[in-house]
């Protein structure tokens, strides 16, 4: 029974309440037609009989016994079958019932669905119920208080990560400015230069964290326009930039931001080749998978137990669950290319390579294939 579902184990209850309930009822009616024969068969005799004809108990017996064991049997038999009739029926009424019963939360739970593959994002669906205030109205209803209160939290935790990189952009673009004027100024000190040097450097470190968060917070919004996209072109495109061999780069087409999947590439190399063993190994291949388009990049890095993948697709961490510092990164790369796949409605995969390194694995919804917020 508890592999059954909700609809099939009301349906048997149905059936079986049914079932016991006729039952019940044919034993009933048995027992009151066979003491009732007796009776009718009786009150013929004593009518048909004479005064002078003495009445004839043990042949009125006889003929009772015969009528009531042939009347039983008869209802008894004909009885069973109306009732196994009417019982197959009554399961077919039962799995009706129970399927309208269980509509509404059909409803919620494809609600719940839509809602889950976008991750956080478009958290705007409501579920609006109609009819009376039971026990599924106050379920949709608090489904629908949980919803509101995620969709203001991930919206607040957008807004901040974007305000905040929007207003650091401003005095950075002014330190550079006046770093450059500094350095490029007649007169200046070999110690000023080498200064002026390093803070563009940091300068810049900065403004590639503050360009990793806006992408970061422009992916979880959600993709609204979607365009058709060849992961092999852009694959090819960023593999020429940086030095890297792209082999078996099949087609790959599906829908979505081109400037976000490019950078969702860009990422994926990037990572590869930054944490890649000196003469170590960088692939990238595209291809098709039934309908997905699917985008593989591998190096020959460090060992990565199992247990630590999880982590490195976490903001500001790294191999061994450290935070970022030093001159190797932030730690934004996968952690933007897991969002961007998901706001496109694909998934991203990673399994330590053999003798060092990662195989991360981007799947991505084909051009046929509507992605989840679409679907909503």
């Not at 495109?237 to 020429?240: E, I, K, S």
């Not at 991203?348 to 390194?357: I, N, Y």
């Given at each position: 029974?508890?592999?059954?579902?909700?609809?099939?184990?009301?349906?048997?209850?149905?059936?079986?309440?049914?079932l016991?309930?006729?039952?019940?009822?044919?034993?009933?009616?048995?027992?009151?037609?066979?003491?009732?024969?007796?009776?009718?068969?009786?009150g013929?005799?004593?009518?048909?009989?004479?005064?002078?004809?003495?009445?004839?108990?043990?042949?009125?017996?006889?003929?009772?016994?015969?009528?009531?064991?042939a009347?039983?049997?008869?209802?008894?038999?004909?009885?069973?079958?109306?009732?196994?009739?009417?019982g197959?029926?009554?399961?077919g009424?039962?799995?009706?019932v129970?399927?309208?019963?269980?509509?509404?939360?059909?409803?919620v739970?494809?609600?719940?669905r839509?809602?889950?593959?976008?991750?956080?994002?478009?958290?705007?669906?409501?579920?609006?119920?109609?009819?009376?205030?039971d026990?599924?109205?106050?379920?949709?209803?608090?489904?629908n208080?949980?919803?509101?209160?995620?969709?203001a939290?991930?919206d607040?935790?957008?807004?901040?990560?974007?305000?905040?990189?929007?207003?650091?952009?401003?005095?950075l673009?002014?330190?550079?400015?006046?770093?450059?004027?500094a350095?490029?100024?007649?007169?200046?000190?070999?110690?000023?230069i080498?200064?002026?040097?390093?803070l563009?450097t940091?300068?810049?470190?900065?403004?590639?964290?503050?360009?990793?968060?806006?992408?970061?917070?422009?992916?979880?919004?959600?993709?609204?326009?979607?365009?058709?996209?060849?992961?092999?072109?852009?694959?090819g495109?960023?593999?020429?930039q940086?030095?890297?061999?792209?082999?078996g780069?099949?087609a790959?087409?599906?829908?979505?931001?081109?400037?976000?999947?490019?950078?969702?590439?860009?990422?994926?190399?990037?990572?590869?080749?930054?944490?890649?063993?000196?003469?170590?190994?960088?692939c990238?291949?595209?291809?098709?998978?039934?309908?997905?388009?699917?985008l593989?990049?591998?190096?020959?890095?460090?060992?990565?137990?199992?247990?630590?993948?999880?982590?490195l697709?976490q903001?500001?961490?790294?191999?061994?669950?450290?935070?970022?510092?030093?001159?190797?990164?932030?730690?934004?790369?996968?952690s933007?290319?897991r969002s961007?796949?998901?706001?496109?409605?694909g998934?991203?995969?990673?399994?330590?390579?053999?003798?060092?390194?990662?195989?991360?694995t981007v799947?991505?919804?084909?051009?046929?294939?509507?992605?989840?917020?679409?679907?909503?």
């Open positions: 029974m508890k592999k059954l579902t909700i609809r099939a184990r009301l349906t048997l209850v149905y059936a079986a309440f049914f016991v309930g006729g039952v019940v009822l044919l034993g009933v009616t048995t027992l009151l037609v066979s003491q009732q024969v007796p009776s009718a068969i009786s013929k005799h004593i009518l048909s009989s004479t005064p002078s004809e003495p009445p004839m108990d043990e042949g009125r017996q006889m003929l009772s016994e015969r009528i009531r064991t009347t039983t049997t008869s209802l008894i038999s004909q009885g069973a079958m109306g009732l196994l009739l009417v197959a029926a009554s399961v009424f039962g799995w009706l129970a399927g309208h019963a269980l509509q509404p939360l059909h409803r739970t494809e609600t719940a839509r809602l889950a593959g976008g991750a956080g994002r478009g958290l705007h669906e409501r579920i609006v119920m109609n009819g009376p205030q026990e599924v109205r106050d379920l949709a209803d608090a489904f208080l949980m919803v509101e209160q995620l969709d939290a991930f607040g935790q957008r807004r901040l990560v974007a305000n905040a990189s929007h207003e650091l952009r401003t005095p673009a002014m330190n550079r400015m006046l770093v450059e004027l350095v490029s100024r007649q007169g200046a000190s070999e110690d000023c080498q200064l002026g040097t390093s563009q940091v300068n810049e470190r900065h403004e590639r964290l503050i360009d990793g968060l806006l992408t970061l917070a422009d992916s979880e919004h959600g993709i609204t326009e979607r365009t058709p996209v060849d992961l092999a072109d852009i694959a495109h960023v593999c020429d940086r030095g890297v061999p792209c082999d780069a099949a790959a087409i599906t829908r979505g931001d081109p400037i976000l999947l490019e950078r969702l590439v860009q990422n994926l190399i990037e990572n590869a080749v930054e944490h890649n063993v000196p003469s170590g190994l960088v990238v291949s595209t291809k098709t998978v039934g309908e997905d388009a699917v593989t990049v591998a190096n020959s890095g460090p060992i990565v137990p199992h247990y630590e993948i999880e982590s697709f903001p500001f961490r790294r191999l061994n669950r450290e935070r970022t510092g030093g001159g190797r990164g932030f730690g934004l790369g996968l933007i290319v961007i796949a998901r706001g496109h409605g998934s991203v995969t990673a399994v330590p390579r053999h003798g060092g390194g990662l195989v991360v799947r991505l919804p084909g051009p046929g294939t509507a992605s989840p917020r679409e679907a909503v």
